[in-house]
């Protein structure tokens, strides 16, 4: 059974730091490029960042130059780490395992940043 568990989030003033955590379960993660989604009330989900099995990163344009993912394939975990948050930063945050022919998704982490 494939899992995505993500935590870290919560409530942070603007400017601000957090660091998202997705621990995953179930697939053989190195394989998987992963990446973080997030989505606002009544906004689609939007890209936040990927990176590929072998580390390579890319950022979406709101949050290039504040935010960084990572990832370590030993612990099968995927990190977002978060600076300079902004109140437009705040959403529901999800993480996503792309595979060849399924997604795996986990159920997401609020983040709210109060102006």
């Known amino acids: 059974q494939v899992q995505l568990v993500e935590s870290g989030g919560g409530l942070v003033q603007a400017g601000g730091s957090l660091r998202l955590s997705c621990a995953a379960s179930?697939?053989?993660?190195?394989?998987?490029?992963m990446a973080w989604y997030r989505q606002a009330p009544g906004k689609q989900r939007d890209l936040v960042a990927s990176?590929?099995?072998?580390?390579?990163?890319s950022y979406g344009d709101s949050v290039n130059g504040r935010f960084t993912i990572s990832r370590d394939n030993a612990k099968n975990t995927v990190w977002l780490q978060m600076n300079s948050l902004k109140p437009e930063d705040t959403a529901v945050y999800s993480c996503?395992?792309?595979?060849?022919?399924?997604?795996?998704w986990g159920r997401g982490t609020q983040v709210t940043v109060s102006s």
């Open positions: 179930g697939i053989i993660f190195s394989y998987y490029p």
């Open positions: 990176i590929s099995s072998g580390g390579r990163t």
């Open positions: 996503k395992a792309t595979g060849y022919s399924t997604d795996y």
